[in-house]
C-alpha cells in the first residue's frame, strides 16, 4: 500500500575524520549523501537553484543529511523547500529550529507537492505552520515534532512510524487516504492527536492528553491495539465504517461517559479501569 523507500547506508566517521572533512568545507559526506548545516543554508548552492538564506531549496532526487541544527528566526519563513520527487532527508539526530511562534507560514520541511520524498531521525520544533508537510507516497519515522502549529501532514499512500507529536498547536499527526500510522505518540496537541481520512490504518499508537479527540478517522479505516487516554473529548472518534480492536480508551471527555463516537468494534477493547467497551 505504501512506499518504504529503501535506506541507504550510512558510513560513521570518527571524530577526527569528521572535523577534517567539515574543516575543507565539503558538501558531500563520503557516502554520497549531500550536508546541510547552518551556514551551508546561509550561503547557499545546496543544489541548483537554490539562493542564500532560507529555505535551503533541495531541487534534485537524492540523499540529504544535517550536520548541524538548523535554525530560522521567523515563523513565516520554511527551513527546507523540496522541489524534486524521490528525496531523503536524514535530520541525523539534529534538529530544525522555529522562533516558537504562531500564526505564520513558514514549515520546517515543506513537500506537500512532491512524491516519494522521506524525513527520518530527528526535531523540527516551533515552527510557524507545520513542523513537517510532505506529500503522497511519503515516509516520516523517527521524528520528534513539537510545538509546532501541526506537527506532521502526510498525502495519501503514507507512512509514519516512530514518530512523536507532544504540544502542537493544533494537531498532532495528520494523514490523508491509504496511509498507516504507526507504533507513534500524540500528546498534548491543542486539537486532535492523530487525524486520518479514508481507508488508513492506525496501529500502536498512544495518544494522550489532547485538548479534543485523541483518534478521529475517516471511513473504511482500521484502529488497532492503540492506547487513547485523557483527551478531553471522545477518546475514539470514528467514522461508522471503521474498525476498531484491541485498544485500551479511558479517562477521556467526562471520564464516566462514553469513551468512543461511530466505529465498528471488530474484537475487543478496553474502556475505563479494566472495563470491557460496551
Known sequence: MFNQGTRTGILILSMGAALQWVSVGATHAVDGMILINQSKALTGSVTPGDAAGFPVTLSQPGSYRLSGNLTVSDQNTTAIQVTADNITIDLNGFAILGPNLANGVGQGVSASSRTNVAV???????????????????????????????????????????????????????????????????????????????????????????????????????????????????????????????????????????????????????????TICP
Not at 512510524?161 to 487516504?177: D, H, K, S
Open 120 to 274: 527520518l531521525n530527528g526535531t523540527v520544533r516551533g515552527m510557524g505552520e507545520r513542523g513537517v508537510h510532505l506529500g503522497n507516497k511519503a515516509r516520516a519515522e523517527g521524528l520528534r515534532l513539537i510545538s509546532n502549529t501541526d506537527g506532521i501532514e502526510v498525502g495519501v499512500d503514507s507512512l509514519v512510524q516512530e514518530t512523536t507529536a507532544l504540544n502542537n498547536r493544533v494537531a498532532g499527526i495528520v494523514a490523508f487516504g491509504k496511509s498507516a500510522i504507526l507504533n507513534s505518540v500524540a500528546n498534548q496537541n491543542g486539537e486532535f492527536g492523530i487525524s486520518t481520512a479514508d481507508d488508513c490504518l492506525i496501529q500502536g499508537n498512544i495518544a494522550l492528553g489532547n485538548a479534543r479527540y485523541g483518534i478521529l478517522t475517516g471511513s473504511n479505516s482500521t484502529v488497532l491495539q492503540n492506547t487513547v487516554t485523557g483527551n478531553g473529548d471522545f477518546g475514539l472518534f470514528l467514522n461508522s465504517r471503521t474498525g476498531y480492536a484491541q485498544n485500551v480508551i479511558a479517562e477521556n471527555g467526562t471520564i464516566t461517559g462514553p469513551q468512543v463516537s461511530g466505529g465498528i468494534q471488530m474484537g475487543t477493547n478496553v474502556c475505563g479501569s479494566d
